[in-house]
């Protein structure tokens, strides 16, 4: 029984270093195939690692903490709202 146990165990191993090798992989190869694309794009030296670190966002590579750095747009308040107390539209704001 323990010799069973012992082989799940060591299978289960295995099979998460292996998941774990291809992620790194995966994420390695994105990251150079973005490097790439800003050569083949003519991008310049100062400007390369913003290209990158965009590119690997708009590929959903980066973390969920990578991203707080991105440029955040709030959204656009309509005019002319209502008055909260008079449902009115027509008041001077």
């Given at each position: ?6 082989t ?16 790194i ?50 959204p656009v ?5 209502p ?10 704001q």
């Amino acid at each position: 029984m323990k010799k069973l146990i012992f082989t799940v165990v060591l299978g289960r191993l295995f099979v998460t270093l292996a998941g774990i090798g291809y992620a790194i992989s995966v994420s390695a190869s994105t990251e150079s195939q973005c490097r790439q694309e800003a050569l083949d794009y003519g991008v310049a030296t100062e400007m390369l690692d913003d290209y990158i670190h965009g590119c690997l966002a708009s590929r959903g590579e980066l973390a969920g903490s990578d991203t707080t750095d991105l440029d955040y747009i709030p959204p656009v308040e309509p005019e002319n709202l209502p008055d909260p107390q008079t449902g009115d539209t027509d008041y001077a704001q």
